[in-house]
C-alpha cells in the first residue's frame, strides 16, 4: 500500500496498513516488575529509594539497570553491588542473596549529586526485562527517538509498552514527512506476557532523485496509551 504525502510518494507499508500479523507469543516463563521510586532533594543532593517488586517468576540472582535523565551522580548507597557509568546505573545482588519470590519486593537505597533539576530515573530494567513504573502513565515506548539511514540503507527501532495490557493489543502505525520509505507488512501485538520486551521494527530508505535529505515521522500507537514517535532521518547520496 501506498500513502502519497509530501512532494515524494511514501511507501507506507506499516504496521496497521499491511496484512501479515505478527502471532501472540505463547505463555512463558517471564521476569516483570514494577518500581515505586522516590527521591528527597536539597541543594545540590539528595536520597532516593526505589521499591521494585516481583510480578514474575521468582529471580534467583538479579540485575537492576535504570538511567538517570540529568547530570546526576550516586555518591554512596547502603545495599547491593552498585557501578554507574555515564547516566547508566546497574546495580546487582551480591552472591548469597535470597530468592524474590512473585510478589516479593527489593528496595534499593542510595544518595546522590545533581546539578540543574533532579528528574526522576528511567529505563528500570530487572534481568534485562522492562519494568513499569508507578505514577507512570502507560505509554508506547520507542527507542531511539531518531534513525539515521543513508539513501538505499536500512535501519531499525524498537517498541514496548510502559505497562501491561489487559489483553492483546496490536500496535498502529502513521508516517508523515518526505521521503521514499519501505518497511515490512506486519502488525505488532503486545500481550500481558511479551509487553515489556522490545520487538524490532526495521525500516528502509529508498533510492530517490533529489538531492537533499529526506524526513520523515513515525507515530506509535496503541488504544489506551500514550503515543510516541520515531525520527527518520536519510541522508542523501545524490
Same mark, same amino acid.
Given at each position: 500500500?501506498?500513502?502519497?504525502?509530501?512532494?515524494?510518494?511514501?511507501?507506507?507499508?506499516?504496521?496497521?496498513?499491511?496484512?501479515?500479523?505478527?502471532?501472540?507469543?505463547?505463555?512463558?516463563?517471564?521476569?516483570?516488575?514494577?518500581?515505586?521510586?522516590?527521591?528527597?532533594?536539597?541543594?545540590?543532593?539528595?536520597?532516593?529509594?526505589?521499591?521494585?517488586?516481583?510480578?514474575?517468576?521468582?529471580?534467583?540472582?538479579?540485575?537492576?539497570?535504570?538511567?538517570?535523565?540529568?547530570?546526576?551522580?550516586?555518591?554512596?548507597?547502603?545495599?547491593?553491588?552498585? +557501578?554507574?557509568? =555515564? /547516566?547508566?546505573?546497574? &546495580?546487582?545482588?551480591? #552472591?548469597?542473596?535470597?530468592?524474590? !519470590?512473585? @510478589? %516479593?519486593?527489593?528496595?534499593?537505597?542510595?544518595?546522590?549529586?545533581?546539578?540543574?533539576?533532579?528528574?526522576?530515573?528511567?529505563?528500570?530494567?530487572?534481568?534485562?526485562?522492562?519494568? +513499569?513504573?508507578? =505514577? /507512570?502513565?502507560?505509554? &508506547?515506548?520507542?527507542? #531511539?527517538?531518531?534513525?539515521?539511514? !543513508?539513501? @538505499? %540503507?536500512?535501519?531499525?527501532?524498537?517498541?514496548?509498552?510502559?505497562?501491561?495490557?489487559?489483553?492483546?493489543?496490536?500496535?498502529?502505525?502513521?508516517?508523515?514527512?518526505?521521503?521514499?520509505?519501505?518497511?515490512?507488512?506486519?502488525?505488532?501485538?503486545?500481550?500481558?506476557?511479551?509487553?515489556?520486551?522490545?520487538?524490532?521494527?526495521?525500516?528502509?530508505?529508498?533510492?530517490?532523485?533529489?538531492?537533499?535529505?529526506?524526513?520523515?515521522?513515525?507515530?506509535?500507537?496503541?488504544?489506551?496509551?500514550?503515543?510516541?514517535?520515531?525520527?527518520?532521518?536519510?541522508?542523501?547520496?545524490?
Amino acid at each position: 500500500m501506498h500513502l502519497r504525502i509530501g512532494r515524494l510518494a511514501l511507501v507506507a507499508v506499516l504496521a496497521g496498513f499491511g496484512a501479515a500479523v505478527v502471532p501472540a507469543a505463547a505463555a512463558h516463563a517471564a521476569t516483570a516488575c514494577e518500581v515505586t521510586y522516590t527521591a528527597t532533594s536539597w541543594s545540590g543532593g539528595f536520597t532516593a529509594s526505589a521499591q521494585i517488586k516481583n510480578l514474575g517468576d521468582p529471580w534467583n540472582g538479579y540485575t537492576v539497570e535504570f538511567r538517570f535523565t540529568g547530570d546526576q551522580t550516586v555518591t554512596s548507597s547502603w545495599n547491593h553491588i552498585w +557501578s554507574q557509568s =555515564g /547516566q547508566a546505573v546497574t &546495580v546487582r545482588s551480591g #552472591p548469597y542473596a535470597a530468592p524474590v !519470590p512473585t @510478589g %516479593g519486593s527489593i528496595w534499593l537505597g542510595f544518595n546522590g549529586r545533581y546539578s540543574g533539576v533532579n528528574t526522576p530515573p528511567t529505563g528500570w530494567r530487572v534481568n534485562g526485562v522492562a519494568c +513499569s513504573v508507578t =505514577g /507512570q502513565p502507560q505509554a &508506547v515506548i520507542a527507542e #531511539p527517538d531518531t534513525v539515521t539511514i !543513508p539513501e @538505499g %540503507g536500512g535501519g531499525s527501532f524498537t517498541i514496548r509498552l510502559s505497562h501491561p495490557p489487559a489483553q492483546q493489543v496490536a500496535l498502529g502505525m502513521s508516517l508523515s514527512g518526505t521521503g521514499v520509505w519501505a518497511s515490512p507488512p506486519v502488525v505488532l501485538l503486545f500481550t500481558p506476557n511479551n509487553w515489556s520486551t522490545p520487538q524490532s521494527y526495521p525500516v528502509m530508505s529508498m533510492q530517490d532523485s533529489d538531492t537533499v535529505d529526506d524526513r520523515a515521522v513515525v507515530t506509535l500507537s496503541v488504544t489506551g496509551y500514550t503515543p510516541d514517535t520515531v525520527v527518520l532521518q536519510q541522508v542523501d547520496d545524490d
